[in-house]
């Protein structure tokens, strides 16, 4: 006769069913001891990784809060960013004018005597583009500029036509632009128009060596001349140049003259310093946001807290050490000091009981109206572009910039800490996986011993029931 197995958990689900065995829940106790043996170092381990991972979402908090403040250094090393620069024509119809650079603020009064022109030379007509002007011969175009420089184009032999010489001026590139030009609706009278750059110094002539000089020496083949633009500013007169679009007149400025007009014509020039000081606030209110996150992240939590309240609580040292670093950031002196402005305490920088930085906007604008352009140097050294690694000046913003890029980069002291958290996360986590393996064996130790138990109790009940059963029979037998 095949035995029961009383030591596997279907056996005793059986005997309970069969209300044999002591009727105890073998596989709930087993369990709950298991547990009970090891509920308090799940526990700890719980917590210590639900700490870590607090603390990374923690780090990566702080960071994303000093690429804010970085940014808004970032927003002052330029010093062509500190400043809004405007220009305004009274007529620019006549005379546009727009900013290229940092022009200095100022009025300049001016007025167009002559607009700078090009030489304009034209050929004798051709019945046709491809009509042989020199018999099939190759041929040569010398051309004579009045700065006294000279170019030569080469023309191969069959293609001394109108449309091969343009092809050949035109390839050449030496300054001068070749048309080929139908002058008739019938298609039988075709020129070669040649046409030079603006500015006196640009006027040419041409010979070909060829007889008639393909008509360019003829009365009338001069359309026009080359000729500088005239003009008076402020009272300047004969102030030439050879383009009518003008960029080194007025350092910045980019004038482009339209018409020559005998009437004065105001170009206004205007600078605000709304960037820089909107600049210097949004350093302020970085500051102060971030503050106030180091403070929520470190502070006791409680029911209206935010999810990452606390977070970095157990990293008090750490987040102590950050703010006084911040802080000498904000006080420390540039690298570009100029006149008696060296730092943000000059314009106006102060910190209040708190710990929150303050701006005095009355002092700023002070400062500003006695010397905006010291203030620009001490923040930016008056460059633009500069690289973090170039070793020349690079002024407060970029100084502080670099600073903050030393904590945020990859190999910086936040990562590391962030990596440490995330290293201590799979550590709990091994050893949480761990505990389960040794919950299990434990609870199969359990399990395999209360069912010998079990097996035990429900022999001795037989026992016992025989024995009930036989004092049973002894005691009617004599009842009869």
Do not use: C
């Amino acid at each position: 006769m095949a035995t029961i197995d009383k030591t596997t958990p279907q056996t005793t689900q059986i005997l309970k069913t069969l209300e044999m065995g002591s009727g105890v829940d073998v596989q709930g106790l087993a369990k709950s001891l298991a547990e009970a043996e090891s509920a308090a170092r799940i526990k700890t381990l719980t917590e210590r990784k639900s700490d870590a991972e607090r603390s990374v979402s923690g780090y990566g908090i702080v960071a994303s809060f000093l690429s804010g403040f970085k940014s808004s250094f970032d927003a002052l090393k330029d010093v062509s960013k500190l400043t809004n620069r405007s220009v305004a024509s009274t007529d620019p119809t006549l005379l546009a004018a727009s900013v290229s650079g940092s022009p200095a603020a100022g009025r300049y009064e001016m007025t167009v005597q002559q607009l700078a022109g090009s030489t304009s030379l034209t050929s004798s007509g051709s019945a046709a583009s491809d009509t042989s002007l020199n018999g099939g011969a190759a041929l040569s175009l010398q051309f004579a500029f009045a700065s006294g420089s000279s170019e030569t184009v080469s023309v191969a032999a069959q293609n001394d036509t109108p449309a091969g010489i343009v092809a050949a001026i035109n390839d050449a590139d030496i300054g001068v632009n070749a048309l080929l030009v139908n002058k008739s609706a019938a298609g039988q009278d075709w020129y070669i128009v040649l046409q030079g750059q603006t500015g006196s110094a640009n006027d040419f002539s041409v010979s070909t060596g060829v007889a008639g000089n393909f008509g360019f020496s003829d009365a009338g083949a001069r359309l026009s001349t080359a000729q500088d633009a005239i003009l008076t500013v402020n009272g300047m007169s004969d102030v030439r140049r050879s383009s009518n679009r003008v960029t080194d007149l007025v350092p910045g400025l980019t004038l482009d003259i339209k018409s020559a007009q005998a009437q004065s014509i105001s170009v206004v020039v205007e600078s605000s310093n709304d960037p820089l000081r909107e600049g210097l606030q949004r350093v302020v209110d970085s500051y102060n946001e971030l503050s106030t996150v180091l403070t929520e992240l470190t502070r006791l939590p409680d029911e209206n807290s935010e999810e990452y309240t606390g977070s970095l609580r157990r990293e008090m040292p750490f987040v102590n050490s950050l703010r006084a670093q911040l802080r000498a950031m904000l006080t420390q002196t540039s690298s570009t000091p100029e006149n008696s402005i060296s730092g943000l305490r000059d314009l106006g920088l102060s910190f209040n009981l708190d710990g929150t930085a303050a701006l005095d906007d009355a002092q700023l604008d002070t400062v500003l109206a006695a010397d905006a352009d010291a203030v620009a140097v001490m923040l930016s050294a008056g460059t633009d572009n500069v690289s973090d690694f170039s070793t020349e000046a690079k002024g407060f913003a970029q100084d502080v910039s670099i600073l903050l890029k030393t904590i945020l980069e990859p190999a910086g002291i936040l990562q590391k800490r962030k990596d440490s958290g995330n290293t201590r996360i799979q550590q709990h986590d091994k050893d949480l996986e761990a505990l389960e393996t040794r919950m299990e064996a434990v609870y199969q130790r359990y399990l395999k011993q209360f069912a010998s138990m079990e097996s035990l109790v429900e022999r001795m009940q037989g026992v016992g029931n025989y024995l009930k059963g036989q004092f049973t029979a002894m005691e009617n037998m004599y009842k009869d």
